[in-house]
Each structure stands twice: as structure tokens, then as C-alpha cells.
């Protein structure tokens, strides 16, 4: 019992080192994103600190399982080059047994992954959608980008030569508005801003130009000072759209009712597609915290496989390892969804990898 204890403690540190270290990085990933799409754009610092919070859970969602594969590698590489394994060896000590605590906690691990994944991580995704959402309507120029064109609105298609988001003023604007006969309107310069259940933006120093009904093979053109445009908000559109939940944003339960529902109505290329990608996402939130009790094993295989190796290349050859199953999981997600591949192997085939990987290692040096 006292043996087990010591390797639990060993792996205390690397694990809470491994899961400090790769959170802050993808911490830091996700605030260079904000800071670039959204800081210096009028948005609040609360605002912008609350979208950093509910981005977390997906951070942690990969980030648990790294930190699992990094405390196994440096926990079992630091007795391994210590020449600890081989002195418990000659002792009697059976050093597959020294994995049987890790093992334990992993479960633990995985299954409270589950329930993160499954529970927190949903709504997190939905709060995060919807507070998207709030700053579209409180900031309609946000939707806006230079030199792209904008096709939200019905009846108009909108594209600017250059946006100050501070401000809502935009300059360089082309429209096209589909009416008949359709018109475009150029303008250098005007401003965006929301009222009650409308978005108005006002241009100025521009000119309308449209054909003439009577005349198609002539236009005419109206020079303006000043020209107001209403854009109707379908308040209707956005209860649907704050109500409504992505593949992310549904628990396991919510999954497999849409699946059932799905294959109880006839069966489409339509609705085989969208089955496959709740599929996906069904067998996602079982197979990354799965990927716990994996890197226990991998850790413990490669850890005996280089000896010789410090804490830095632990590290190292931990991140390898987790470039390759995130690889593979993306990879997988895109196949699935695609229906190239089985859903569920889709998922899980790098848990399926590493764990004969790990099993031919323990073999190797067995």
C-alpha cells in the first residue's frame, strides 16, 4: 500500500503541472482569437472576459486527458531513470502491478469527464452561442468585415471598404438592393445603430443608382446627402435561434432522442448525414475522457521504452502523442460526419491506436 501511495504521489504534480500549463496555453490560444476578432471593436471587457469563461469547458474537455498522459510519462520515466522500476524488480515487485492505482484514479478521471462532458460542457456551448447573439444585436456593425460581402439581410447585400467597430461607422459602402428593378447604393461613408426591433444605418455623401423601368437600357442616378435604410429584426428568428441547440450543445440524452426521431421518419441523404453527425457527437464525449485510461497505459509503456529520459522530453514526447490523437480525432469527426467512416469508429480509433501501441510496448519489454 505504501509503494501505491508513492506512485500516486508522483503523479500528483506532473498532472496538475501538465493540466496548468496546456489550459494556459489554450487560454492564451483563445485570447490572442478575442483580442484580434473582437477587442478594440467597442465590445466590453465583461463581455470579452465572459466569452474567455464559457470557452473554458472546452479547453478542459481536452486538456484533462493531456494532463493524464503527461503525469503518467514523467511520473514512470522519472522512476524509470532513476532506476526505481528495476530496483522494485529485483525486490519482487511486479511492475505492471504499479500501474494498478493510476488505472483506479483514471476511471475516476474518465468518468467524471463523462458527466463534464455530457452536463457542463453543453451548456456552456449554448450560453456561449447565445451571448454571441447578444453582441450581434447590441453591436449590428460587428457583423461587418472589409471587403466581404454581407448577405444577412433578405432583401440587401452589403460589402465596406473599411470598418471602425468603436464607433459603427463604415466607409467605402457598396449595396446591392434587391428590389424591381434592383438598385445599388454607394456611399463614402456612414454609421450603424440598433432601434427596438430595427437596425438603421445611415449614409452619407452618396449616390443611388437604379434602371429605369420604362427605359431598361438606362439608369438613373440620385446623388444624396444623406439616405436612411431600415432593416427589419425578426424577433422570431432570434428566439428560434437562442433556443435552439447545435450537435455541442445537446447532452447525450437530447442526442439520442434527435438520432431516434431521425431514423423514425424516412430515411434521406438528408437525414443519414445529419444522424451521422450526432453520431459523431454522441460517441465523442465517451471516447476523449476514454483517452484517460489509455495514456495511463501509454505513459507507463514509453515510459519503460526510454529510460533515459528527463522531465522536458517526457513533455515532449506527451504533446507528440496528443498532436496525433487530436489529429485523428478531427480527422475522425470530418470522415464521420461524411459517413466515410463509421461514427463510432471515427471516434475512437485513436483510443483503438494507442492502446494496441501500448499493449506492443508492454510486450516489447516485458
Not at 500501474?99 to 463534464?116: D, E
Request: a positive charge.
Amino acid at each position: 500500500m505504501i509503494l501505491h501511495k508513492y506512485i500516486v504521489r508522483e503523479h500528483i504534480s506532473p498532472f496538475l503541472l501538465g493540466f496548468t500549463t496546456l489550459t494556459f496555453i489554450l487560454v492564451m490560444n483563445r485570447i490572442f482569437i478575442l483580442v484580434w476578432d473582437i477587442v478594440g471593436k467597442g465590445i466590453k471587457v465583461t463581455t470579452v472576459l465572459n466569452l474567455l469563461f464559457l470557452s473554458l469547458p472546452f479547453i478542459i474537455a481536452l486538456t484533462v486527458p493531456m494532463a493524464v498522459l503527461v503525469a503518467s510519462l514523467m511520473a514512470f520515466g522519472r522512476l524509470s531513470q532513476d532506476n526505481e522500476l528495476v530496483a522494485m524488480s529485483s525486490c519482487g515487485v511486479n511492475s505492471f502491478s504499479l500501474t494498478i492505482f493510476p488505472f483506479i484514479l483514471s476511471i475516476f478521471v474518465t468518468v467524471f469527464m463523462i458527466w463534464f462532458n455530457n452536463s457542463v460542457l453543453p451548456e456552456s456551448n449554448h450560453k456561449l452561442k447565445n451571448l454571441v447573439i447578444d453582441i450581434a444585436q447590441r453591436k449590428p456593425i460587428f457583423r461587418l468585415k472589409a471587403l466581404v460581402t454581407i448577405k444577412d439581410f433578405d432583401e440587401y447585400d452589403i460589402q465596406v471598404g473599411r470598418v471602425d467597430y468603436k464607433n459603427s461607422m463604415v466607409k467605402g459602402i457598396k449595396i446591392f438592393e434587391k428590389t424591381d428593378p434592383p438598385r445599388e447604393i454607394f456611399a463614402r461613408q456612414g454609421r450603424f445603430f440598433q432601434r427596438e426591433n430595427s437596425i438603421i444605418m445611415e449614409l452619407f455623401d452618396g449616390e443611388l443608382h437604379e434602371l429605369d423601368r420604362e427605359q431598361p437600357t438606362k439608369y438613373k442616378k440620385l446623388k444624396f446627402e444623406k439616405h436612411t435604410i431600415l432593416f427589419p429584426i425578426d424577433t422570431a428568428s432570434v428566439r428560434r435561434n437562442r433556443t435552439y441547440r447545435g450537435d455541442r450543445e445537446l447532452s447525450c440524452a437530447l442526442l439520442r432522442n434527435k438520432i431516434n426521431d431521425l431514423r423514425l421518419k424516412k430515411e434521406s441523404k438528408h437525414s443519414k448525414a445529419r444522424i451521422n453527425r450526432l453520431l459523431v457527437e454522441y460517441h465523442k464525449k465517451f471516447s476523449i475522457p476514454f483517452a484517460c485510461i489509455v495514456f495511463v497505459f501509454m505513459g507507463f509503456s514509453v515510459a519503460r521504452r526510454f529510460r533515459k529520459s528527463s522531465g522536458a522530453v517526457g513533455f515532449a514526447i506527451s504533446l507528440f502523442f496528443f498532436i496525433f490523437y487530436y489529429a485523428c480525432l478531427l480527422g475522425g469527426e470530418e470522415l464521420g460526419d461524411r459517413g466515410i467512416i463509421v461514427p463510432w469508429l471515427a471516434m475512437w480509433f485513436p483510443n483503438i491506436v494507442l492502446g494496441i501501441m501500448s499493449v506492443y510496448l508492454c510486450w516489447r519489454e516485458r
